[in-house]
């Protein structure tokens, strides 16, 4: 049916415009089920990306509190690692800085997360090579360092009896207790000495290169120390 147009009011009867009228209305109600429908599917479909939306942001908001709780566990094992480095190398680590290094993107990318470079590192940080064995030079080395220690103990022993005799007075009394500590103190300062030289040289110092040490600068402080007081029991006499 056409639609109802003004000048229809002067051709139509009564009925006829009724008729249209009514048809005008049930199709302008059907317009607005139509309409209505069309505003409910867009309004759930509305709430629907809504609902996805704010589940993507709760599940983002977890990714990051995840992301930051992993964060905080590498930086807290890298930095004892680090530590635990520093204390194994000394002052050989101070060139890559005092503190934790800033972290840096691997130049070969590989699908490795931050985990397996903290293993790796840790395996490298604990890894203690193998001690070389002790050399002839070596032990003859050690073997000056006793004598050396002895050397020194005597010449401080003598050194402070006689300050200890021009002194006089309570420095009179004390300086043969203090002498006779330096004279044992030396060669058990060859034997520090002597474990400096061994970790430079990748070493290892066992109990009998302790021990050669040890009896050398006691052994050599123990004869000059009585080759000293006999010749000046002979000197008096």
């Known amino acids: 049916m056409s639609e109802l147009q003004p000048s229809d009011f002067e051709r139509a009867d009564y009925r006829t415009v009724l008729r249209r009228l009514t048809t005008l209305d049930q199709r302008a109600a059907a317009l607005r089920v139509e309409a209505a429908r069309w505003y409910a599917e867009r309004a759930a479909t509305a709430d629907e990306t809504v609902r996805a939306a704010e589940e993507e942001v709760r599940d983002a908001r977890l990714d990051v509190r995840r992301a930051q709780r992993a964060l905080e566990s590498v930086d807290a094992r890298a930095a004892g690692l680090w530590s635990e480095f520093v204390h194994r190398v000394g002052p050989a680590a101070e060139r890559f800085g005092r503190t ?16 397996d470079y903290l293993d790796e590192v840790e395996t490298r940080v604990k890894y203690t090579p193998k001690a070389r064995p002790l050399t002839f ?4 080395l050690f073997g000056i360092l006793g004598f050396a220690g002895g050397l020194l103990g005597v010449l401080g022993n003598v050194l402070l009896r006689q300050t200890g005799e021009a002194a006089g007075g309570d420095w009179q009394q004390a300086a043969p ?26 070493v290892g110092l066992d109990t009998a290169a302790v021990a050669t040490v040890l009896t050398t600068g006691l052994i050599t402080a123990g004869l000059l120390f009585t080759a000293v007081q006999f010749a000046q029991t002979a000197g008096t006499g």
């Open 137 to 140: 030079g070596t032990q003859i």
């Open 177 to 202: 207790v203090v002498a006779l500590l330096v004279l044992l103190a030396c060669p058990v300062l060859a034997v520090v000495t002597a474990k400096l030289v061994a970790d430079r040289r990748g």
């Open 100 to 115: 934790l290094p800033p972290a840096s993107i691997p130049r070969q990318r590989t699908e490795r997360d931050a985990q």
